[in-house]
């Protein structure tokens, strides 16, 4: 592939990629799955990219890439049955809470100034170093471990205002509940 032709593709895949991994993650729905779709359809596409005379095709081209490769990646699993006289217990993982967790931390995120939310995210959700958080905000270690301490601390007021909130409104329940049956 010529060298214009290289650069016309990184070019495609840096302007497109946010809306094709949105249509990989509604093939599939493991995000981390997505991104290896998204990523085995641009390689396959890389090496094709000179074939596509018309490049504004070149969205559907890779899609149908991405949905020949996931139906590819579905026909070569391995279902491994193996025949028992006992069957399994039959237990279904329920992550409700799990949901319920994030939605509320997601939310108690909101309370944070966007520098705090920035250092919290980069240090615990992408499990960066301090060192790597400080280059990627461009503040000093010092800096990040102390807007870090401080936001943490915010965090855990928040949980606990909003904890004793739902006990207070749980413990007003049952006197609503009197009041509905004296009526």
């Known amino acids: ?42 390689v396959r596409t890389y090496g094709r990219w000179d074939g596509i005379a018309d490049k504004r095709l070149a969205d559907a081209y890779l899609r149908r890439v991405m949905i020949n490769t996931r139906t590819e990646w579905w026909r070569a699993r391995k279902l491994e049955e193996v025949p028992t006289e006992q069957l399994p217990d039959a237990s279904v993982d ?16 909101k309370v944070l100034a966007p520098k705090q939310r920035s250092v919290v995210v980069l240090r615990h959700w992408e499990q960066m170093s301090t060192e790597e958080t400080a280059a ?25 205002s909003r904890d004793h909130e739902e006990r207070a409104a749980r413990a007003l329940e049952p006197s609503k509940e009197r009041e509905r049956c004296a009526a």
């Open 94 to 109: 329920d992550s409700t809470e799990q949901h319920a967790d994030r939605a509320l931390l997601m939310d108690v995120m």
């Open 1 to 42: 592939m010529a060298h214009g032709e290289v650069l016309e593709f990184e070019e495609y895949v840096r302007t497109r990629q946010d809306a094709l991994l949105r249509s990989a993650r509604r093939l599939v729905p493991d995000p981390v799955d997505a991104q290896d779709l998204l990523q085995t359809a641009l």
């Open 136 to 160: 990627a905000l461009g503040m000093s270690a010092g800096t990040v471990k102390s807007t870090l301490h401080r936001a943490l601390a915010r965090l855990r007021e928040e949980l606990e």
